[in-house]
């Protein structure tokens, strides 16, 4: 897996980033590949100042931006190599589950009135809820983004023109496993426990305008 890094500058790189997303990208991370191995990315990342010294959890900015955030993600990425879409994946579903059950009244999410919707609707209704989340996030800090959701017969498409992941990136295929598996967590937790097949249809580190991924509406089972 070969990421480098765009000859120009992208502009999204300035854009700030919430303390608590940097945290639990940390927090996932760290369950994932160990204290040591937190150590050793955050190292190769430029990042060695948040060795010991995570963000707190708060969903405000103080500093950290956009670039620190693919900086991060570009280190694990070559730490893991071959095995980076299975361990982004893991990272992404575990800390968007902190963030779920730590921010969810940012994410406006009524799990009562949730359990009672239609499947479709359970899944429309999370992904509105996260795009809406960050949406207004972002614009707390000063920036417009829009999280667009199309829906089809038997899939939702959600594209994002300003996906931190990949920013400043080329790759040669998709990389945004992190965000991958946030919508295939926030999914599971919308409806009870189901999974639902998620798959990136589009990155900007391969050229696109804009990161997409499909969400489909039937169960894979589970
Ligand atoms: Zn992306």
């Not at 995570?54 to 990425?77: K, Q, S, V, W």
């Not at 920013?167 to 990389?175: E, K, Q, T, W, Y």
């Amino acid at each position: 897996m070969k990421v480098a890094q765009r000859t120009e500058r992208d502009p999204i790189l300035d854009w700030p980033l919430a303390d608590a997303y940097m945290r639990f990208a940390l927090l996932a991370l760290e369950e994932v590949a160990g204290e040591h191995g937190v150590q050793v990315i955050l190292r190769q990342a430029g990042l060695a100042h948040l060795i010991g010294n995570y963000p707190p959890n708060r969903m405000e900015f103080h500093g950290l931006t956009y670039a620190d955030y693919a900086n991060l993600h570009r280190a694990t990425i070559e730490f893991y190599g071959r095995a980076a879409r299975a361990f982004g994946l893991r990272i992404g579903r575990l800390a968007a589950r902190r963030s779920i059950e730590e921010q969810s009244a940012l994410f406006g999410v009524a799990v009562k009135a949730l359990r009672l919707m239609p499947l479709s609707m359970q899944l429309k209704t999370i992904l509105t809820n996260m795009a809406n989340g960050l949406t207004q996030l972002l614009r707390q800090g000063g920036y417009t983004t829009t999280i667009e959701i199309a829906e089809q017969d038997d899939a939702f498409i959600l594209t994002w023109p300003h996906c931190p992941n990949c920013a400043g990136l080329v790759a040669d295929r998709p990389i945004c496993w992190i965000i991958e598996g946030g919508i295939l967590e926030a999914t599971h937790f919308a409806t009870g426990g189901k999974e639902f097949a998620v798959h990136q249809i589009a990155c900007r580190a391969t050229g696109a305008p804009a990161c997409s991924w499909q969400v489909s509406k039937t169960p894979t089972g589970g």
